[in-house]
Antibody, heavy 120, light 106 residues
Framework: QLQLQESGPGLVKPSETLSLTCTVS??????????WGWIRQPPGKGLEWIGS???????YYNPSLKSRVTISVDTSKNQFSLKLSSVTAADTAVYYC????????????WGQGTLVTVSS | EIVLTQSPATLSLSPGERATLSCRAS??????LAWYQQKPGQAPRLLIY???NRATGIPARFSGSGSGTDFTLTISSLEPEDFAVYYC????????FGPGTKVDIK
């Protein structure tokens, strides 16, 4: 069973870059069955997909965030990462990493989430 | 962008009652719709994929139906642990989520 764990700073200053890493265990990030995704949830609000990456490095992003998002993968470490630039208070959220099963089109395994607050 | 709307926003029911949650898409998503349950302080949990298939380990009281633009999640008899927020998600073009339905205790 896959396990995912987010890590990174919990506080980021406005205009700076948010950086998070997701470590995958219990399976290989190089699996052909999955994309690996980032989803966020502002406090008290709903879920927003940020973007996803395949082990080959192929990415696709939410068009509303595309200009500020970079997702990368490190297969040697079984990790993938998120960078979100030029953050504002509106980017304050719980950030989740999750596995996206290509066959079912659903996010079947999730990390516990990490709260990132944007504040000076 | 395909927009998902969910109704009602809140559903107040008692344990043992039947819950019927609706998700409507702004255009057809075929059967490419999933449902998730989220409890406070927890990550979402996948319940249903492709409109009607239960994910691994999901109890049979959860069922999904629909296709095209109209979908339903039914919980046949609410257990105490089922009171939570439920989200639908589609996968055409790129993934989007509905705003959620909160099922709370009446």
């Amino acid at each position: 069973q896959l396990q995912l764990q987010e890590s990174g700073p919990g506080l980021v200053k406005p205009s700076e870059t948010l950086s998070l890493t997701c470590t995958v265990s219990g399976g290989s990030i190089s699996s052909s069955s999955y994309y690996w995704g980032w989803i966020r949830q502002p406090p008290g609000k709903g879920l927003e997909w940020i973007g996803s990456i395949y082990y080959s490095g192929s990415t696709y992003y939410n068009p509303s965030l595309k200009s500020r998002v970079t997702i990368s993968v490190d297969t040697s470490k079984n990790q993938f990462s998120l960078k979100l630039s030029s953050v504002t208070a509106a980017d304050t959220a719980v950030y989740y990493c999750a596995s996206y099963d290509i066959l079912t089109g659903a996010f079947d395994y999730w990390g516990q989430g990490t709260l990132v607050t944007v504040s000076s | 962008e395909i927009v998902l709307t969910q109704s009602p926003a809140t559903l107040s029911l008692s344990p043992g009652e039947r819950a019927t949650l609706s998700c409507r898409a702004s255009q057809s998503v075929s059967s490419y719709l999933a449902w998730y349950q989220q409890k406070p302080g927890q990550a979402p949990r996948l319940l249903i994929y492709d409109a009607s298939n239960r994910a691994t380990g999901i109890p049979a009281r959860f069922s999904g139906s629909g296709s095209g633009t109209d979908f339903t999640l039914t919980i046949s008899s609410l257990e105490p642990e089922d009171f939570a927020v439920y989200y639908c998600q589609q996968r055409s073009n790129w993934p989007t989520f509905g705003p959620g339905t909160k099922v709370d205790i009446k």
